[in-house]
T-cell receptor, first 112, second 114 residues
Framework: IAGITQAPTSQILAAGRRMTLRCTQD?????MYWYRQDLGLGLRLIHY???????GKGEVPDGYSVSRANTDDFPLTLASAVPSQTSVYFC???????????FGDGTRLSIL | GENVEQHPSTLSVQEGDSAVIKCTYS??????FPWYKQELGKRPQLIID?????GEKKDQRIAVTLNKTAKHFSLHITETQPEDSAVYFC?????????????FGQGTELSVKP
């Protein structure tokens, strides 16, 4: 679904650096989510937002922060990247918290 | 919290055969169960979902069944084709007013041999 845009598509980052992954949707969906995908572990929820102005913690929130200043944007920030945060990050959105989620194309992040 | 187990981790079938992937969940309050298909290097795509008030749902060659008592649900693909080859993920979500969030299984890599 072309309505979710993630940037960058990939990034190599030195440990200790700060990094913000961007996610924008143009479908006016209320709910947005950040997942990380690691081999053998499936998709794990990092943070979510059920509506603009609110956020919540998922399964693996440590080391990550999010903000939801408006409906369209949901950036994910790594304040001080560590190698264990090497992963593929997917942003998703849904009309509401109890509606089907649709994913963006992902950001492949490598921390060295 | 919710825990979702998915089996098998890999599945190989001949073209035209059926494929079945099974998931179990731990939280009896879970009420929504989607299935996603992910091709190599691509995004997960929703292929079918079911809510707890329904026991079975079909969409062409794919179907999902839900057994609330046993807390398990399954994906059935009939007349498999090579383009069905992908990783499939199940997920479960609890009640919204109880902080329900989508918890995924570990994935099943399906290979359909021509």
């Amino acid at each position: 679904i072309a309505g979710i845009t993630q940037a960058p598509t990939s990034q190599i980052l030195a440990a200790g650096r700060r990094m913000t992954l961007r996610c924008t949707q143009d479908m006016r969906h209320n709910a947005m989510y950040w997942y990380r995908q690691d081999l053998g572990l499936g998709l794990r929820l990092i943070h979510y937002s059920n509506t603009a102005g609110t956020t919540g913690k998922g399964e693996v929130p440590d080391g990550y922060s999010v903000s939801r200043a408006n409906t369209d944007d949901f950036p994910l920030t790594l304040a001080s990247a560590v190698p264990s945060q090497t992963s593929v990050y997917f942003c998703a959105s849904s009309e509401g918290p109890d509606q089907p989620q649709h994913f963006g194309d992902g950001t492949r992040l490598s921390i060295l | 919290g919710e825990n979702v187990e998915q089996h098998p981790s890999t599945l190989s079938v001949q073209e035209g055969d059926s494929a079945v992937i099974k998931c179990t969940y731990s939280d009896s309050a879970s009420n929504y169960f989607p299935w996603y298909k992910q091709e190599l290097g691509k995004r997960p795509q929703l292929i079918i979902d079911i809510r707890s008030n329904v026991g079975e749902k079909k969409d062409q060659r794919i179907a999902v069944t839900l057994n609330k008592t046993a807390k398990h649900f399954s994906l059935h693909i009939t007349e498999t084709q090579p383009e069905d080859s992908a990783v499939y993920f199940c997920a479960a979500r609890g009640l919204y007013n109880q902080g329900g969030k989508l918890i995924f299984g570990q994935g099943t890599e399906l290979s359909v041999k021509p």
